[in-house]
């Protein structure tokens, strides 16, 4: 038993500390997924119908200059 305790230490004390974030990244990964899978389907955005004119955005004017205040 102790024998298995120092072996474990001994590779412990040699991982690599950018191993232990890609492996804890994948798990967050997984996760993500795993909660994303569970979630109901969003409903289809209804699409846009070509009789209705395309929303523009509005004009803006231009900032008045310091110039023309004088």
């Not at 798990?27 to 209705?52: E, I, Q, R």
């Amino acid at each position: 038993m102790k024998q298995s305790l120092v072996r474990l230490d001994r590779i412990a004390s040699e991982m690599n500390a950018w191993l232990l974030a890609i492996a804890i990244g994948l798990g967050m990964l997984d996760m993500t997924v795993l909660v994303a899978k569970c979630l109901p389907v969003l409903p289809p955005l209804p699409a846009a119908s070509s009789d209705a004119p395309a929303a523009q955005p509005p004009a803006h004017s231009p900032p008045a200059s310091s110039a023309a205040r004088s």
